[in-house]
C-alpha cells in the first residue's frame, strides 16, 4: 500500500491563482480530512468527508472547495490564492468514523502564495 | 467546542533523561480519545500513543508513557531514556467518541535533545 499520497509536495502561486492539491489513499479509508499547518498554530481542519459524496466543513474553510466523488480521492481546491493561505496542508485518512481508529496523514503539500 | 492547550511551546532534554510534555483540554463529552502525534523535521504526522478516555490504566508504548488525568483534564507525556530520534514537534490531539469528528490539535511543543 502507499498510504496516503499528497500532490504536489511544494507549490508556489501568485495571489488570485487557482490550484488543486491532491489527495489519495489507497486503503479504502471512509474517514479522509484536509489540515493546514502555521507556525505556533497546531494542525486546523478546513474540510472533511464521512464517505464518497459528503463532506463537511472544518474550523477553517473559508477560500476552499473540496468534494469526493470517489472513495480514494479528496481533492482541496484553492479557488483565488491569497497570501494567508501560505501554509503546509496535511490530509488525512481512517478507516472509519469511530474516535480511536487511527489516522493516516500524508507527507503535507508546502505552499506559498506570493 | 472542544479545545486541546499545550502550555510549552519549547522543552529541551539531555539524551538518556527523561521528560514530560504537558496537555490539558476542555471538554464536556464522557468518552472521547487523546492522542500524542511526533512530528519530525521531515515533517511526516506519527501517531506515537493512544489513549481511552474510559480506561483507567494509562497508556504504554515502550519508552513512551502517559500521565491521564481525567477529572483534571490533563494528558501529559514522558519520554523515557530520551534518543536524539526523539527530537521533534509533539502535538497533543483530542477526538470524541459519540460523533463524526475530526482530530482538534494543541499548538504543538519543540522538543531538542542535547547531546
Known amino acids: 500500500n502507499a498510504g496516503v499520497t499528497q500532490t504536489p509536495k511544494f507549490q508556489v502561486l501568485k495571489t488570485g491563482q487557482s490550484m488543486t492539491l491532491q489527495c489519495a489513499q489507497d486503503m479504502n479509508h471512509e474517514y479522509m480530512s484536509w489540515y493546514r499547518q502555521d507556525p505556533g498554530m497546531g494542525l486546523r481542519l478546513i474540510h472533511y468527508s464521512v464517505g464518497a459524496g459528503i463532506t463537511d466543513q472544518g474550523e477553517v474553510p473559508n477560500g476552499y472547495n473540496v468534494s469526493r466523488s470517489t472513495t480514494e480521492d479528496f481533492p482541496l481546491r484553492l479557488l483565488s490564492a491569497a497570501p494567508s493561505q501560505t501554509s503546509v496542508y496535511f490530509c488525512?485518512?481512517?478507516?472509519?468514523?469511530?474516535?480511536?481508529?487511527?489516522?493516516?496523514f500524508g507527507p503535507g503539500t508546502r505552499l506559498l502564495v506570493l | 467546542a472542544q479545545t486541546v492547550t499545550q502550555s510549552q511551546p519549547e522543552m529541551s532534554v539531555q539524551e538518556a533523561e527523561t521528560v514530560t510534555l504537558s496537555c490539558t483540554y476542555d471538554t464536556s463529552e464522557s468518552d472521547y480519545y487523546l492522542f500524542w502525534y511526533k512530528q519530525p523535521p521531515s515533517r511526516q504526522m506519527i501517531l506515537v500513543i493512544r489513549q481511552e478516555a474510559y480506561k483507567q490504566q494509562n497508556a504504554t508504548e515502550n519508552r513512551f508513557s502517559v500521565n491521564f488525568q481525567k477529572a483534571a483534564k490533563s494528558f501529559s507525556l514522558k519520554i523515557s531514556d530520551s534518543q536524539l530520534g526523539d527530537a521533534a514537534m509533539y502535538f497533543c490531539?483530542?477526538?470524541?467518541?459519540?460523533?463524526?469528528?475530526?482530530?482538534?490539535f494543541g499548538k504543538g511543543t519543540r522538543l531538542s535533545v542535547i547531546a
Open positions: 488525512a485518512s481512517s478507516q472509519g468514523r469511530q474516535g480511536g481508529e487511527t489516522q493516516y
Open positions: 490531539a483530542y477526538r470524541s467518541a459519540f460523533w463524526v469528528t475530526p482530530l482538534v
